[in-house]
């Protein structure tokens, strides 16, 4: 495992017990760790407390190497999964998939997961997801793919923000929280 993941682990790690549990993990690599999700969660107030524990450069068998660490022991309600895009020259990158989701299952049962699929419209992309997107029952895994094209890059953000907060809701939506994710 390299050196800087393993120190942004443990640095993850020494906070987790101020954590509260049964709330919202992100657990991704480069594209989710430099994703402004703590701007975009102030501005909607959601109703979880949300743990962003993604590390840039994270590969999928790194990621099982520090599932407990930076997820399990935080015993979340819901995890995003948003892993792959450093695995593109792994054969083996769905298979480890297959089995991080799997490993998330046993260890966290109640759990909901929602995986995000890679953003690039590359072959190996478009490949992974359709692999990741067979793993969900829509019960306990779900997929969703981010939009990939805005008209700027806060505008994306802020529109593959709204897609993921959806997931962040336990109730269903009402029309004042309709308008204020309008106005995200």
């Known amino acids: 495992m390299k050196e800087y993941i393993h120190s942004k682990a443990n640095s993850m790690k020494k906070i987790n017990d101020l954590a509260l549990t049964g709330e919202i993990v992100i657990f991704g690599s480069t594209y989710m760790s430099e994703f402004p999700i703590y701007e975009l969660t102030n501005k909607c107030k959601p109703e979880n407390a949300v743990y962003n524990r993604s590390i840039k450069g994270l590969t999928i068998k790194e990621a099982m190497e520090i599932l407990d660490d930076c997820v399990v022991d935080i015993n979340p309600g819901k995890i995003f999964v948003s892993l792959g895009e450093e695995d593109e020259s792994n054969p083996n990158a769905v298979s ?5 989701v799997s490993e998330i299952r046993q260890k966290l049962p109640d759990a909901i997961i929602i995986l995000i699929g890679l953003l690039n419209g590359s072959s190996f992309a478009q490949s992974f997801n359709k692999s990741i997107l067979s793993l969900c029952d829509n019960k306990h895994v779900k997929y969703v793919e981010l939009v990939n094209r805005a ?20 109730d269903p939506i009402t ?6 994710l309008l106005s995200i």
Request: charged residues 25%.
């Open 96 to 100: 480890e998939y297959t089995e991080l």
């Open 175 to 180: 029309m004042s929280d309709a308008f204020e």
């Open 151 to 170: 008209p700027s890059e806060n505008a994306l953000f802020k529109a593959q923000f709204k897609q993921i907060s959806s997931f962040f809701r336990s």
